[in-house]
């Protein structure tokens, strides 16, 4: 039923250093999500692809330049006082280059990927990473309370690469 819902495109990019096992999150600034860490990410213009939108916004957010992005899951989020869905394409990216700079949406800050601070980030990000961990690919869903806080219902599905 909800699969017919509206949506609006978004990506999401987590950069990892694997030889430190680390994580680059944002302190979000400003806009949606202000004062919560996540991934670099935005909408997709019109003019894009999902994976070209993904890497710009990595770069206007965090000052990286990623040279190939890997999908590793599909969020969808729907709240409840708005008719349109999000669908958040989420990327992983080791293959960067370029110097991490503070921008004036985010702050940027590499954690340890099995201490992230789910405690200033989204309610759905702490459900969906340990897939990242295992290396499982997913796509999961998440019905908000109007609060943007509360998760009412969750999906979470293992896909296959
Ligand atoms: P801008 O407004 O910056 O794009 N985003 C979410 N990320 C997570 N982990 N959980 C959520 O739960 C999210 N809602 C939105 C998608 C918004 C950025 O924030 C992400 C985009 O990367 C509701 O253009």
């Not at 990506?11 to 680059?24: A, E, K, Q, R, S």
């Not at 006082?81 to 700079?101: C, K, R, W």
């Not at 590499?110 to 969906?128: G, H, I, L, T, V």
Request: glycine residues 6%.
């Amino acid at each position: 039923e909800h699969l017919e819902m509206p949506h609006r495109l978004f990506t999401l990019v987590f950069p990892i250093d694997p030889v430190n096992n680390c994580v680059l999150l944002g302190m979000k600034k400003r806009g949606f999500g202000k004062d919560k860490y996540n991934g670099f990410g935005g909408k997709v213009e019109p003019n894009e692809s999902i994976e070209s939108g993904a890497i710009r916004e990595l770069a206007e957010e965090s000052g990286l330049l990623a040279k190939r992005v890997d999908k590793c899951g599909l969020l969808f989020f729907y709240f409840e006082n708005d008719p349109v869905a999000m669908e958040v394409h989420v990327y992983l990216t080791s293959d960067f280059s370029g110097q991490v700079i503070e921008t004036e949406e985010m702050a940027p800050e590499w954690y340890s990927a099995d201490k992230m601070p789910f405690e200033q980030m989204w309610a759905d990000d702490s459900r969906w990473w340990p897939m990242v961990l295992k290396k499982q690919k997913f796509t999961a869903r998440f019905w908000f309370f109007s609060d943007m806080t509360t998760i009412t219902r969750e999906e979470i599905v293992p896909v296959k690469s």
